[in-house]
């Protein structure tokens, strides 16, 4: 009997996730089953019914995906999940809280059609979010200088600390903590980098027009922010690899083709075994191989 593909969509918000379920629908799965209001203290429970209902060698036919506004919720049910498995008695399990994961992978791929991410000086603005926190960590993953930047350098400095931790790994002479509050901080650092990634709150400006004027040697900007008004000044949130005063510009819209491509493969990546989990950089990695192909 061939065993029709299963998704197991955790959400920790009240609604589970109509955009995760549309997605996953599109990605070839058989039935979605949903949960809302989950919470690390009772995913134990739903992971049990995914492990023990089909035998080892049909359970790469069963997936999780863990979603949710909250992606630090989203996190700690990642590792309640994990830890309900044993041995070979498993499932692949896809962590994409509000989006986080594939967004930063889509906007760090979106920058590497244009520079090289090893020899790039990165500016990660909104660098305290999921978004951001996502984007410093690819970026470093391959190689990049990156100042992850908040209004508040005590936040930007933990964030910074919080990275090192998740990644097991010290990135002092490539991860730099900035408090980015002003006009002094914007010619302090815009002419010093040769990217930038606005992944502020939507709706927040991060960089005003003046303040774009100082990034001279920026070769791509990238701005996640598709609420008006703009996050990076002049950057529209459907540009897609648009030329202008002599960068390559990316908005929210154009980076969001290839973050559902990426969110699609990774979902039907889930089904190619039963012990994957894809965070950030295996979503990544995904997304490097549909660039690949693409090139
Ligand atoms: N295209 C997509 O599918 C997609 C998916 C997910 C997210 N996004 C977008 O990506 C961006 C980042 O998402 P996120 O969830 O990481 O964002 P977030 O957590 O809401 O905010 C990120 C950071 O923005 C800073 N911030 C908050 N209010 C601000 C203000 N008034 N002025 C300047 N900075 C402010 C905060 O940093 P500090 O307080 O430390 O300065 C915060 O940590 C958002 O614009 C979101 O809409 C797009």
Same mark, same amino acid.
């Given at each position: 009997?061939?065993?029709?593909?299963?998704? +197991?969509?955790?959400?920790? %918000?009240?609604?589970? !996730?109509?955009?995760? $379920?549309?997605? &996953? *629908?599109?990605?070839?799965?058989? =039935?979605?089953?949903?949960?809302?209001?989950?919470?690390?203290?009772?995913?134990?429970?739903?992971?049990?019914?995914?492990?023990?209902?089909?035998?080892?060698?049909?359970?790469?036919?069963?997936?999780?995906?863990?979603?949710?506004?909250?992606?630090?919720?989203?996190?700690?049910?990642?590792?309640?999940?994990?830890?309900?498995?044993?041995?070979?008695?498993? +499932?692949?399990?896809?962590? %994409?809280?509000?989006? !986080?994961?594939?967004? $930063?992978?889509? &906007? *760090?791929?979106?920058?590497?059609? =244009?520079?090289?991410?090893?020899?790039?000086?990165?500016?990660?603005?909104?660098?305290?979010?999921?978004?951001?926190?996502?984007?410093?960590?690819?970026?470093?993953?391959?190689?990049?200088?990156?100042?992850?930047?908040?209004?508040?350098?005590?936040?930007?400095?933990?964030?910074?600390?919080?990275?090192?931790?998740?990644?097991?790994?010290?990135?002092?002479?490539?991860?730099?903590?900035?408090?980015?509050?002003?006009?002094?901080?914007?010619?302090?650092?815009?002419?010093?980098?040769?990217?930038?990634?606005?992944?502020?709150?939507?709706?927040?400006?991060?960089?005003?027009?003046?303040?774009?004027?100082?990034?001279?040697?920026?070769?791509?900007?990238?701005?996640?922010?598709?609420?008006?008004?703009?996050?990076?000044?002049?950057?529209?949130?459907?540009?897609?690899?648009?030329?202008?005063?002599?960068?390559?510009?990316?908005?929210?819209?154009?980076?969001?083709?290839?973050?559902?491509?990426?969110?699609?493969?990774?979902?039907?990546?889930?089904?190619?075994?039963?012990?994957?989990?894809?965070?950030?950089?295996?979503?990544?990695?995904?997304?490097?191989?549909?660039?690949?192909?693409?090139?």
């Amino acid at each position: 009997m061939d065993h029709p593909r299963i998704l +197991v969509q955790l959400d920790s %918000d009240p609604h589970s !996730s109509v955009f995760d $379920a549309v997605v &996953a *629908v599109d990605s070839e799965i058989d =039935h979605l089953l949903q949960y809302a209001d989950v919470e690390p203290t009772n995913a134990r429970g739903l992971v049990h019914g995914a492990m023990f209902t089909r035998g080892p060698a049909q359970l790469r036919h069963t997936a999780i995906f863990i979603g949710g506004s909250n992606v630090a919720v989203g996190e700690a049910i990642a590792r309640e999940v994990q830890q309900s498995f044993f041995g070979p008695v498993r +499932v692949s399990v896809m962590l %994409d809280g509000n989006g !986080s994961n594939t967004t $930063a992978a889509a &906007a *760090v791929l979106c920058a590497a059609r =244009h520079v090289e991410l090893g020899e790039t000086d990165a500016l990660v603005l909104g660098g305290t979010g999921p978004v951001g926190q996502r984007v410093a960590r690819l970026l470093l993953g391959q190689g990049a200088k990156v100042r992850l930047a908040s209004r508040d350098l005590a936040r930007a400095t933990a964030a910074c600390r919080q990275i090192e931790t998740q990644m097991g790994k010290n990135y002092d002479q490539t991860l730099t903590a900035v408090g980015f509050a002003d006009d002094r901080s914007a010619e302090e650092h815009l002419a010093a980098v040769t990217a930038v990634f606005g992944c502020g709150a939507a709706g927040t400006t991060l960089l005003n027009a003046a303040q774009m004027q100082l990034g001279a040697n920026i070769q791509v900007a990238i701005d996640l922010n598709a609420v008006p008004p703009e996050g990076l000044a002049g950057i529209a949130a459907t540009d897609k690899a648009v030329e202008r005063q002599g960068r390559i510009d990316y908005g929210a819209i154009g980076v969001g083709g290839l973050k559902m491509k990426i969110h699609r493969e990774a979902i039907k990546t889930l089904f190619t075994r039963n012990d994957l989990f894809l965070d950030a950089e295996e979503i990544f990695e995904i997304g490097q191989n549909l660039e690949a192909a693409r090139a």
